[in-house]
């Protein structure tokens, strides 16, 4: 019984090619009980596998959360079998306002202490006791009271590239920052101020509601289905979108445009831009923002030492990553000194 991957990205990426079938991006999760993740996650990989699935999920005790390619053919199959898991009957799948063929090319699905990290031990916290949801409609209407707090529930690498008009954009770069930082900026506000928050998709916002319930905060909403099913019902309503720029994404797309607005510029030479990359120097992969212009002029790097690096042999480049753990983990996102223009 195979549960794990067999094919590399690049042998996956020209079978996708080949196949030339239509793919559909998709998201959910859900916060539900899970008594032995390790068994539900071999159970997920050994049907995603068999119904050509691919995509990032981590599942917990305290749920699951998943990123996903589904071959649009089979996508009643696949929903199919959601739904004859208790707990996922019906669960909200926000599909991609743009689709890519190659948005995801493995599927891995992994056990995780926690299905949104936030560095919490607080065994009293209820993570299901959330806050209220609201469609797009009541969205646009909350964020117009003046006794309302909008507050953006991302890293600041996303909202740097878009945001909704007004909102408070914590410079952090992880989800468990933002929450100490936005309970000790509004502890004056618990009572008087509605705090509204939004996210990608809706996971944070899910777990940060809770989290600020539990902190007295009195009265608590998110948007349901984050940016992505605002953009879906601001244009099949025709509402006013009152999000501007890019919704950065978590596959290889790194964003999808929402408005024709570019509020961010290029990290290495100050131009209007908002195209996300990962540095090619492997042993970097620093995750940053770059013009075309910069692409060709810095080969897709984001300095000249990376530059000298690439130009290596590959067995010298291997070389001088050993050793080195995962570079998510040891690169900041967007904050090198290197970058100039990065604010």
């Not at 079978?15 to 539900?40: C, V």
């Not at 890293?155 to 945001?163: Q, V």
């Not at 212009?293 to 070389?319: D, G, R």
């Amino acid at each position: 019984m195979q549960l794990y991957n067999k094919l590399s990205a690049k042998e996956r990426e020209t079978l996708l090619e080949q196949a030339g079938e239509e793919r559909l991006t998709l998201s959910f999760y859900q916060y539900a009980k899970i008594g032995n993740p390790h068994l539900f996650r071999n159970h997920l990989f050994v049907a995603w596998h068999e119904q050509d699935v691919l995509g990032r999920i981590y599942v917990a005790h305290e749920g699951i959360n998943a990123q996903l390619s589904v071959p649009a053919k089979r996508f009643m199959e696949f929903k199919e079998f959601l739904d004859g898991i208790y707990f996922l009957k019906d669960v909200r799948l926000n599909i991609a306002i743009e689709q890519d063929l190659k948005s995801f090319l493995k599927l891995k699905v992994k056990v995780r202490d926690k299905i949104v990290a936030d560095g919490l031990n607080d065994e009293t916290f209820d993570v299901t006791n959330k806050g209220t949801h609201v469609d797009a409609i009541k969205f646009n209407e909350l964020i117009e009271d003046p006794d309302v707090v909008l507050v953006d529930m991302r890293n600041h690498y996303e909202s740097e590239i878009g945001h909704f008009k007004n909102a408070i954009t914590p410079d952090v770069d992880t989800f468990r920052d933002s929450l100490d930082i936005i309970e000790a900026d509004l502890k004056d506000h618990k009572e008087n101020k509605k705090l509204v928050m939004y996210c990608t998709g809706g996971i944070r916002c899910e777990k940060a509601s809770a989290y600020y319930k539990h902190k007295g905060f009195k009265n608590v909403f998110q948007l349901e289905g984050g940016i992505i099913e605002y953009a879906r019902q601001v244009e099949n309503q025709g509402l006013e979108n009152k999000f501007i720029g890019k919704n950065f994404v978590f596959d290889h797309r790194r964003g999808e445009r929402i408005t024709d607005d570019v509020i961010s510029h290029c990290h290495q030479c100050g131009e209007p831009c908002d195209t996300h990359t990962n540095c090619a120097n492997e042993a970097c992969h620093l995750l940053f923002i770059q013009c075309e212009k910069c692409e060709v002029a810095m080969e897709n790097c984001c300095s000249e030492e990376c530059i000298e690096v690439i130009h290596l042999p590959i067995e010298e480049q291997k070389k001088l990553r050993q050793g080195i753990p995962n570079s998510n983990k040891i690169f900041k996102k967007g904050r090198s000194e290197k970058l100039k223009f990065k604010k």
